[in-house]
C-alpha cells in the first residue's frame, strides 16, 4: 500500500489481530518512525462488532507506551465511513493532500479511479491524535 507517496508492505510492519477461533477477523498495521505512529492499515472483516474500536484503543496505548508524540493515519477522500468512524474516536483532520491518490496510482496503476460510493479517488486525508505523553 502506499501512504504520502511511500510504499508499505504490511507484512513487514507491526501490528494487532483479532481473532475468533483461529480467524484473523480484524487486522491493524502501524509504523513508529520517531516520535510518531502511523497506522498504515485497519480492516474489520466483522463490522459494527468493536472490533475496529479495540484495535484502535490497543495502538493507542502501545504508541503511548513508546513515547509517541502522535498517532496518525491517512485515509481516502471517498472513505466516508473511516472518516466518521475516526473523527468519533478523538481523531481530527490535519490536512489534506489534494491529487495524492492520483499521484499513488502512477506507481500502483491497479489504484480505481472511483471509491466508495462512486466517489472519485483523488485526495488523501490526514487525521491524528496527539498523546501528550
Ligand atoms: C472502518 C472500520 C475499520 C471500522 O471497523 P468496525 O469493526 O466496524 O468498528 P467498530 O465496530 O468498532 O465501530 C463501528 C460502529 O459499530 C458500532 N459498534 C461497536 N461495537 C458494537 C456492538 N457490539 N454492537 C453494535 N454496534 C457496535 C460502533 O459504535 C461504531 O459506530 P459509530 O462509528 O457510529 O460509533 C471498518 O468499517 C473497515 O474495515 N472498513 C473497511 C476498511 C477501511 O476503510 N479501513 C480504514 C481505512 S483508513
Given at each position: 500500500m502506499i501512504s504520502r507517496g511511500k510504499i508499505h508492505r504490511p507484512e513487514h510492519l507491526e501490528g494487532f489481530v483479532v481473532e475468533d477461533a483461529g480467524d484473523w477477523i480484524g487486522l491493524l498495521t502501524f509504523l513508529i518512525a520517531g516520535d510518531e505512529c502511523e497506522v498504515t492499515s485497519l480492516d474489520s472483516l466483522r463490522e459494527g462488532q468493536g472490533i475496529g474500536s479495540h484495535l484502535i484503543g490497543k495502538t493507542i496505548e502501545e504508541a503511548r507506551a513508546r513515547k509517541c508524540r502522535r498517532l496518525f493515519l491517512i485515509t481516502t477522500n471517498d472513505n466516508l465511513n473511516a472518516l466518521g468512524f475516526y473523527q468519533k474516536r478523538g481523531f481530527e483532520i490535519v490536512a489534506v493532500h489534494r491529487g495524492a491518490v492520483n499521484e499513488s496510482r502512477k506507481q500502483?496503476?491497479?489504484?480505481?479511479l472511483l471509491g466508495y460510493h462512486d466517489i472519485p479517488l483523488r485526495d488523501e486525508i490526514e487525521l491524528e491524535i496527539l498523546l501528550n505523553v
Open positions: 500502483k496503476p491497479s489504484i480505481p
